[in-house]
């Protein structure tokens, strides 16, 4: 069994590369730790997608959407490129991302 490897990165660092498509990277600046905690809610909240559509129920599907969405802004993979955002507002969105997940998952 071939063991796991991390996918191709662009020289520049700023895509991962998938069966030959180019994905933004997640920002490096994130702490590792916090990385695992959005990475953990990303993937709660696609199970919550894939629910939502299975049951017929548009407002979960949104809502669950939605989530994914922060989760995925808050690695950096979405919204303005984390490159091209000075170091403390790229701190200020993952944390406030990151902030609203946990608070989302304990209501």
Sequence with gaps: ???HRPPEKTPDGHFVVVKGRKWR???PSV???IAA???RHLMSARR???SATTAGDPEAERTARARV???KVALGERGTPWWD???DERRRRWEQGLAYLDADAQS
């Design 48 to 50: 919550a997608v894939r």
């Design 1 to 3: 069994m071939e063991a």
């Design 25 to 27: 990277a997640t920002d």
């Design 31 to 33: 702490p590792e730790e």
């Design 85 to 87: 955002q000075p170091e």
């Design 37 to 39: 905690r959005l990475r």
């Design 69 to 71: 969405n922060r989760a």
